[in-house]
């Protein structure tokens, strides 16, 4: 069986292309959520849940993996840790889908802002002004309002009933809320940003898919300072930037010598 941990789009067109060969596939997302965005996609085993080393070294003896393909979010680092480790204890090859960055090129710039984590983010706005967009998602919410700053904070997240209870139990007031579903382009960016009167925009390099460079073109366009908070880089193996070199592989090291499995002649 093939695994893959999803916490992307990234990855879903693969699932695709692999479901013409074979639906011996066990699926592991994060949220139910998530699994309603692979209702098109057939395998054996549809997992909603987080998964912990333990749970992920279990899955994978239990439904006999032989290659598990890590598509989590760029900044899921604890993810891809336990993924790693527990391909290494179960003796079974581990495979990475990277998201190239959308920022080099733009790194030069004075009002882009390289941060390490939150507290690095307080510490570099303490002398500035203005209203802040916060696009890293929900689990940030309340350790920026717990931070007490003096300005006001918008928070940008997934338009899904949990995360807007999550957001409000975490201190936001819902007239800083903006419930969306990304990707967000330049376009609808700008609006925001001209309409919330943003000074400072706070967001991840998530790559191409994740809008990352509409983000500081429009930042960038209305004189806006950006904070983006860096990779935490992790020792991977056999890491892949094309979903069709992640095919690729996958059809030589496993499609082809599982042709028992396949649904249709190769």
């Known amino acids: 069986m093939l695994g893959f941990i999803l916490g992307t789009s990234d990855g879903k067109n693969l699932l695709k292309d692999i479901n013409r060969y074979t639906d011996d596939l066990f699926l592991s997302v994060s949220t139910e959520y998530g699994g309603e965005l692979l209702n098109d996609v057939k395998c054996k085993v549809l997992n909603t849940r987080p998964l912990d080393k333990k749970e992920l070294i279990d899955v994978i003896k239990e439904n006999n993996i032989d290659i598990f393909c890590d598509f989590s979010h760029p900044y ?141 073109k429009s930042a960038l366009e209305l004189n806006i300072d950006c904070f983006i908070i860096e990779r935490e880089k992790i020792d991977k193996h056999n890491v892949f930037y094309k979903e069709k070199d992640v095919f690729n592989h996958i059809m030589e090291n496993y499609i082809v010598k599982n042709k028992n499995l396949i649904l249709d002649k190769i």
Do not use: Q, W
Not at 118 to 142: P, Q
Not at 150 to 163: A, C, D, G, W, Y
């Open 76 to 216: 899921a680092v604890n993810v891809s840790k336990n993924a790693v480790e527990a391909c290494s204890i179960c003796g079974i090859e581990y495979i990475r889908f990277e998201r190239e960055s959308s920022i080099e090129k733009y790194k030069d710039k004075s009002l882009i802002h390289m941060i390490k984590n939150l507290d690095d983010f307080k510490e570099k706005i303490k002398n500035k002004s203005g209203n802040i967009l916060n696009a890293t998602g929900v689990n940030r919410v309340s350790d920026l309002i717990n931070m007490n700053l003096n300005n006001r904070i918008i928070h940008r997240i997934l338009p899904t009933k949990e995360s807007i209870e999550k957001a409000i139990n975490g201190g936001a007031k819902i007239d800083d809320i903006i419930a969306i579903k990304g990707p967000i382009n330049y376009e609808l960016d700008l609006a925001f940003l001209k309409n919330y009167d943003i000074k400072i925009f706070l967001f991840k390099d998530s790559g191409k898919k994740g809008a990352t460079e509409d983000k500081v």
